[in-house]
């Protein structure tokens, strides 16, 4: 096992959110990207959630849940609008945000960039601008001189293979390139920023600890007797699963694990995976469901041997007994691999909210706490009381178990409104 600092609960029980997809009124090159009408059914994440002026309703909410922590993401375009301008306001907002966090009881994980760039930046080629380097590791020295006192956990991109992937290959996320050589260069441009980052916050706070989250896809070969099928899963899985963190090592104190599905690849299919086979059990995304994925990909990022922190994991359903079944069951897989030996430091369930899905809009219901957008209430849903049941049969507890009853969610006494420790000091 690793040195986990003593100053951090030695599970961390989270749910996770990103700026763009909660906050509201943003305005950067997914804005853009949605003005241009290339979300499903023209949708723009205009106000969102709200959630930049009820973060502290919000922040009552999920203290219900019990959680120890929460990952959120820092907008970049808020916090310097036009290149070299920082916003004050907005980063002493963030701030606030961080101490009603604190004040909470939960440590704060604080990821830098989550998909989003301030238009300046991808006006001048985004990833690929000549001073992007400079741009992103001025930007993160400037978040951490205004809230790396109060923050010790650190993001410093989300899912780098899936923004390669999707703004570079697939381009159905801006910039909307399609060119497999992009994605590549894409891929090895963001392993260099990593690294970048991670050393401009390790210069700052040399006992923060920070990392990167990675998007492990499980890829099967449609047929097992297919020596092809084999062969094309075995090199996406490397291609998408492997390279990076090779690429990347040794800069970072634990991996960030989101998981969310398996996919299928056959020859056929010219390395485009096919999301679910005939009769699997799907999201409402169309997802398949494969909780023991979520081993997998524990079992082989653990053999780089640093802390693993499950950033995100959670289910798009209507249906909350889909979600609620999905928690139990992807935790049970967590509990197996730290029983395996596995050094699984935290869970954070995607999402806190209902939210804005990318490209998806907002049809994907993500939330442990629904939303109604036209009047922006929150609702809980049962899943929030599971999970707050979940959290509590572990207090103190490391390694996690998920006891072998669980009761119904819906028999689950309602969640009650916080109190802030801020209000009632001790
Ligand atoms: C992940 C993203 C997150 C959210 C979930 C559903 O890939 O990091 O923002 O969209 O998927």
């Known amino acids: 096992m690793s040195a986990w600092p003593r100053s951090l609960p030695p599970f961390l029980w989270g749910v996770a959110t990103s700026s763009h997809q909660v906050e509201g009124q943003t305005h950067n090159d997914w804005t853009r990207w949605e003005a241009a ?32 922590a929460y990952r959120f993401s820092v907008e970049w375009s ?25 004040s909470h009881g939960w440590v704060p994980c604080l990821t830098l960039h989550h998909f989003t760039l301030p238009l300046w930046l991808a006006d001048r080629g985004g990833l690929f601008a000549p001073d992007a380097v400079e741009r992103f590791t001025r930007y993160a020295a400037t978040v951490v001189e205004h809230l790396g006192d109060l923050v010790d956990l650190y993001v410093t991109i989300n899912e780098p293979m899936v923004w390669a992937v999707m703004g570079y290959a697939h381009g159905s996320w801006p910039p909307g390139r399609r060119s ?67 690429q990347i090592a040794p800069d970072f104190d634990f991996i960030g694990v989101n998981y969310y599905f398996r996919q299928w690849m056959h020859w056929r299919q010219g390395f485009r995976p096919i999301t679910a086979k005939p009769g699997a059990l799907t999201t409402d995304m169309g997802w398949e469901i494969y909780p023991a994925g979520l081993r997998h990909a524990l079992r082989v990022l653990g053999r780089w041997q640093k802390p693993l922190v499950v950033k995100e994991n959670g289910i798009a359903a209507r249906d909350d007994r889909l979600r609620q079944r999905f928690l139990v069951d992807h935790l049970r897989e967590l509990a197996a ?13 995607w999402s806190a909210l209902d939210n804005f899905e990318w490209a998806e809009g907002f049809h994907p219901r993500f939330g442990l706490f629904a939303v109604d957008y036209a009047t922006q209430a929150r609702t809980p849903r049962p899943s929030a009381r599971l999970y707050r049941w979940l959290i509590e049969q572990n207090r103190d507890r490391f390694p996690i178990a998920v ?19 801020t209000n009632h000091p001790a």
């Open 180 to 246: 497999v050589w992009l994605a590549w260069r894409a891929a090895n441009r963001l392993g260099h920023l990593h690294r970048h980052l991670y050393r401009t916050i390790k210069a700052a706070r040399p006992t923060a600890l920070v990392g990167w989250a990675h998007h492990y896809a499980v890829f099967f070969p449609y047929r097992e007797t297919s020596w092809a099928d084999r062969r094309d899963a075995a090199a996406v899985d490397w291609l998408f699963n492997r390279r990076f963190v090779a």
């Open 337 to 349: 691999a730290q029983a395996e030996g596995l050094e699984v430091r935290g869970y954070f369930y």
């Open 37 to 68: 009408g290339r979300v499903r059914e023209g949708q723009r994440s205009g106000r969102g959630c709200d959630h930049w002026s009820r973060y502290q309703e919000d922040y009552q909410r999920f203290a219900a849940l019990g959680i120890n």
């Open 78 to 102: 808020r916090i310097e609008p036009e290149p070299g301008q920082w916003d004050r306001e907005a980063l002493a907002t963030y701030r606030r945000m961080v101490q009603a966090m604190r």
């Open 403 to 421: 006891p072998d009853h669980v009761p119904d969610a819906e028999e689950l006494p309602p969640l009650k409104a916080a109190v802030s420790p």
